[in-house]
């Protein structure tokens, strides 16, 4: 998996349809200042997930659209918006 800083955030990036489709499943934590970055996204779950997060939706040139904080475990659904083309994941409480 390539890895990218985005917005201070070291990242890895989900670009298969196997990483993008396990993303932060069966992780136990990512650390401060690590995240995942999911291209072409702009809606996520945390179901299975066993630690919140914050997610920050991005657009096409980087800008931030959106961000949630604290996302709990077994969300269903959580949406960025229209504009929103990525989504940064981080453990809950990182970007701060």
């Known amino acids: 998996m390539q890895r990218r800083v985005v ?3 070291e990242a890895e990036v989900a670009e298969t349809f196997f990483e993008r489709a396990k993303g932060l499943i069966g992780r ?3 650390g401060r200042g690590r ?4 291209p072409r996204c702009n809606c996520i779950h945390t179901l299975f997930m066993r630690f919140p997060i914050d997610a920050v939706f991005l657009d096409r040139g980087g800008g931030v659209v959106k961000t ?3 996302i709990r475990p ?3 659904w959580v949406w960025g918006g229209w504009r ?3 989504v940064l994941e981080t453990e809950a409480e990182t970007l701060l």
């Open 35 to 38: 995240g995942l970055l999911i």
């Open 7 to 9: 917005n201070g955030v």
């Open 28 to 30: 136990r934590g990512l």
């Open 84 to 86: 929103a083309s990525s």
């Open 68 to 70: 949630v904080r604290n």
């Open 74 to 76: 077994w969300r269903f």
